[in-house]
Nanobody, 111 residues
Framework: QVQLVESGGALVQPGGSLKLSCISS????????MGWYRQAPGKQRELVAY??????HYVDSVKGRFTLSRGNAKNTLYLQMNNLKPEDTAVYYC??????WGQGTQVTVSS
């Protein structure tokens, strides 16, 4: 059973930064597609960013602020989040292919 575990969520002030980690039980090179979603209270789950290994794509609201990267250990996908805004507050979920989800990590941006 493939498992994904997110970490790195925290309470930060507006303008701050966080780096989220998604650690997979297998090499992330096994996945054709991998990315991050988020869900704020009372809202639908939203795609934030994804990569097919060759290129990365970002939703307009995070372009220029969020960046995907892969760890050297080959089992980790990072989401670097800079210049955080209150509207970034959500539970962030890692996803691999079409069916594999992590359990989420809470990001709260507040003064």
């Amino acid at each position: 059973q493939v498992q994904l575990v997110e970490s790195g969520g925290a309470l930060v002030q507006p303008g701050g930064s966080l780096k989220l980690s998604c650690i997979s039980s297998i090499s992330i090179n096994n996945f054709a597609v991998m990315g991050w979603y988020r869900q704020a209270p009372g809202k639908q789950r939203e795609l934030v960013a994804y990569t097919d290994g060759g290129s990365s794509h970002y939703v307009d609201s995070v372009k220029g602020r969020f960046t995907l990267s892969r760890g050297n250990a080959k089992n980790t996908l990072y989401l670097q989040m800079n210049n955080l805004k209150p509207e970034d507050t959500a539970v962030y979920y890692c996803k691999a292919n079409s069916q594999i989800w992590g359990q989420g990590t809470q990001v709260t941006v507040s003064s």
